[in-house]
């Protein structure tokens, strides 16, 4: 991949996935509000309070992570220095998203929208690896980035 055509991928996938991240952070903040102020709700989606508590702090958790990757995506398609950071970030990203999704589809089984989500952050990730290690070698290389 070219470094131009890296650094353009990296701002836009950072972009979009502190959009994303930004959503995913209120998600779990509703969701916890949820579990903790009111418990018809709680009830009404069939499920305990427990479980809607570790999964808003699953999704807060990983709404900052993502917070963090976009930014320093940001930061990476203008300065190769925080690529190194935004690679590693981007895997464990990806990790985390792969295995709260498949929680979710062995509980809910899978249906459209967790393979729909699972591709979409699937993609983000691995363009935001290639990108970034694309980035981060010519920064090493003492090329411009």
Do not use: C, H
């Not at 990296?10 to 916890?32: C, F, H, N, P, R």
């Not at 929208?113 to 070698?137: D, G, P, Q, R």
């Amino acid at each position: 991949m070219k470094l131009s055509t890296a650094q353009k991928i990296m701002k836009i996938v950072g972009i979009l996935t502190v959009i994303g991240a930004l959503v995913v952070v209120g998600l779990g903040a509703l969701i916890l509000y949820g579990a903790k102020g009111d418990p018809e709700i709680a009830n009404s989606v069939n499920t305990d309070a427990g479980t809607l508590t570790f999964s808003g702090i699953a999704l807060i958790v990983l709404g900052l992570i993502d917070v963090v990757t976009g930014i320093l995506a940001i930061l990476s398609s203008k300065n190769g220095k925080y690529a190194k950071t935004t690679f590693i970030l981007a895997i464990v990203s990806a990790v985390y998203s792969v295995a709260n999704n498949l929680i979710n589809a062995a509980k809910q089984g899978f249906n459209t929208s967790n393979v729909i989500s699972l591709m979409v952050e699937l993609v983000f990730a691995v363009l935001l690896v290639v990108a970034a290690n694309t980035v981060k070698v010519a920064y090493e290389e003492g090329r411009e980035a």
